[in-house]
């Protein structure tokens, strides 16, 4: 990964998760084109329970790449399809939940 490596996190409805993975089985292939044009490089998504842990790497810093995806139409039309599966997405400022690193093996 050579781009910034950034750790997020959502939580879903109580008893969203089920539906949250099958929409993400079948991801819109104009998402996936949109988040390689925006240079993300490596995209991941855990789930346990209502909470999802994400992992990205961009070229650009993460919240410009966020900033960019929020407001591209196929991403605003991808997320109003599952807006109804998250209880809690970004802060009380409206920033993205982003995790703090606060150990990296490579870096002791």
């Known amino acids: 990964m050579a781009g910034e490596l950034t750790a ?52 650009e810093p993460f919240r410009t790449t966020h900033d960019f995806l929020a407001t591209h139409p196929v991403q605003v039309a991808w997320s109003g399809t599952m807006a109804h599966l998250f209880r809690e997405t970004t802060d009380a400022d409206g920033a993205p939940l982003v995790l703090r690193e606060v150990f990296d093996l490579a870096h002791p």
């Open 8 to 59: 997020f996190m959502y939580v879903l409805e109580d008893g969203a998760g089920e539906e949250y993975d099958a929409r993400h089985a079948q991801v819109w292939p104009e998402i996936v084109e949109l988040m390689r044009g925006a240079g993300v490089e490596w995209y991941r998504l855990w789930r346990r329970d209502a909470l999802v842990v994400g992992l990205m790497s961009s070229r």
